[in-house]
């Protein structure tokens, strides 16, 4: 799901667009004023936005450049204007991808996956270190200091879900939802045993926690334990 910000003065376009995006998950919000539009879109970034060029208050390819003075929110333009050179002057402008109307709205939300896969793999981290652990994301290895551990992919999937959501408490379900695919069902005791692996590769265990901090009756988080151990103690 993602949230598209549709800059069109057709009515009927932008109305066509709003169900069929809505339809499929989308938040969709709406403008057929292009001033309008950069100034919602700079003021409340969408993932990603549909700008049409015949605008009439002013050129879309106006409002493209002067959004990307202030902002690098991704942008599909819409327009019925197919020369190769309007189509060089849109890409040099900054546009992130380009429609020529018509277009059927199964190949715009194509083009938005597209961009938004683009963006997702442009903004993700290489790389996450807490502690003494370090995660290659690219590389999918996984050091604890200068030795190299050999994780299952569960386990290297289980190890990055919980450090990308570092001090935060996880439930079991999220884990079995996220990690395992299993929104609707799946054993607890399945992640159950994949942590007891996991604590055993990290040199830990669940009477002598490290990384892996169990809340008793919610779910459990991974820390720094360096951090852990400098915490000031609540002594009332």
């Given at each position: ?50 700008l049409d060029l015949g605008l009439p208050d002013v050129d879309g390819l106006d409002v493209l450049r002067m959004l990307r003075g202030t902002s690098s929110v991704p942008v599909i333009v819409a327009t019925a204007r197919g020369a190769e050179r309007d189509i060089i002057a849109l890409l040099d402008a900054g546009a992130d991808d380009y429609l020529v109307k018509p ?134």
């Amino acid at each position: 799901m993602a949230e598209v910000y549709i800059i069109e003065d057709d009515t009927g376009i932008r109305d066509s667009l709003t169900r069929a995006l809505e339809s499929r998950g989308h938040v969709v919000r709406s403008t057929a004023s292009g001033m309008t539009g950069l100034a919602e879109a700079v003021a409340t970034p969408p993932d990603v936005v549909v700008l049409d060029l015949g605008l009439p208050d002013v050129d879309g390819l106006d409002v493209l450049r002067m959004l990307r003075g202030t902002s690098s929110v991704p942008v599909i333009v819409a327009t019925a204007r197919g020369a190769e050179r309007d189509i060089i002057a849109l890409l040099d402008a900054g546009a992130d991808d380009y429609l020529v109307k018509p277009y059927s709205t199964g190949e715009m939300e194509a083009r938005l996956r597209a961009v938004l896969r683009r963006v997702s793999a442009e903004t993700a981290p290489r790389r996450i270190r807490i502690g003494r652990l370090d995660i290659d994301l690219a590389g999918h290895t996984v050091h604890l200091g200068d030795e190299p551990l050999d994780l299952t992919r569960k386990e290297f999937d289980l190890l990055v879900h919980l450090a990308s959501n570092q001090g935060e408490v996880v439930t079991k379900r999220e884990l079995l939802a996220d990690v395992w695919r299993q929104p609707y069902g799946g054993s607890d005791k399945t992640v159950d045993v994949h942590l007891s692996w996991l604590r055993r590769k990290l040199g830990e265990s669940a009477s002598e926690p490290s990384y892996l901090q169990t809340v008793r009756g919610v779910g459990i988080k991974l820390v720094d334990p360096g951090r852990e151990r400098d915490a000031p103690c609540d002594e009332s």
